[in-house]
């Protein structure tokens, strides 16, 4: 199991291990904190239960991750909190998505050190809706921040313009939001943003924009910084 394989001399030099689709349990939780060279951890679909997830957070402490993976597992909100309130790495990036969580996690997630030190973050299907997105868009949450995966939560105008507003978000590089109602006017406030200029990879499949809207798109200033575009359709 986890244990051995955790536990081999050839894993002692191991920085990236992909461990998705496996039962992994707090046993073998523990032993991989035992890696010392593991930055890049994989849990996806590996129905990581609240209990495996507090063993995560002890054993880790943060130490060492730089990529970590945790989306379609069986953990709740309380649980992805007592992670969030444990570690505090920097330049993480943190794979949360189509998990369920809601706008009281937002809320209490974006004012964790955790939250505040991340490179990246994916939240895809989260069920946030547009409040929820609202109350995890804080500055402390955008500083520094490079990737943000926002696909399929119902982010609306609320959440569209406190992005756009922020300055902190001017680190954005890659941004996704398909699978929004987002709308001609939403993506216009987006694309006027000053703090948005730095992003050069845009997801828009399945949004709510016309033939107007994208052609619009297409002749902004905005455009010609995009190196990467997609709207799943073209």
């Not at 994989?42 to 997830?53: C, G």
């Amino acid at each position: 199991g986890v244990e051995a394989l955790a536990s081999s001399e050839h894993m002692q030099t191991l920085e990236s291990l992909d461990l998705s689709g496996n039962a992994i349990g707090v046993r073998g939780i523990r032993a991989l904190a035992r890696m010392p060279h593991l930055h890049t951890l994989k849990l996806s679909r590996a129905r990581i239960s609240n209990e495996e997830l507090e063993a995560l957070a002890d054993a880790f402490d943060g130490r060492g991750i730089e990529h970590l993976e945790l989306q379609y597992n069986d953990f709740d909100a309380d649980a992805a909190l007592a992670l969030a309130r444990a570690w505090n790495p920097s330049g993480m990036f943190l794979g949360l998505g189509y998990n369920t969580l809601d706008v009281g996690f937002a809320d209490a997630f974006a004012r964790t050190p955790l939250a505040s030190g991340l490179s990246g973050l994916n939240v895809t299907s989260c069920g946030l809706g547009d409040d929820g997105l609202l109350a995890l868009l804080r500055p402390d949450v955008l500083r520094g921040l490079e990737t943000l995966d926002v696909e399929g939560n119902g982010m609306g105008t609320q959440a569209t313009r406190a992005l756009s507003s922020t300055p902190e978000a001017s680190s954005l590089r890659r941004l996704d939001i398909a699978n929004n109602p987002i709308g001609d006017d939403e993506l216009d406030v987006l694309t006027s943003s000053p703090h948005l200029q730095g992003i050069r990879s845009v997801c828009l499949g399945r949004t709510s924009l016309s033939a107007v809207g994208r052609a619009s798109l297409r002749r902004s200033a905005w455009w010609s910084f995009i190196d990467d575009a997609s709207f799943w359709d073209e």
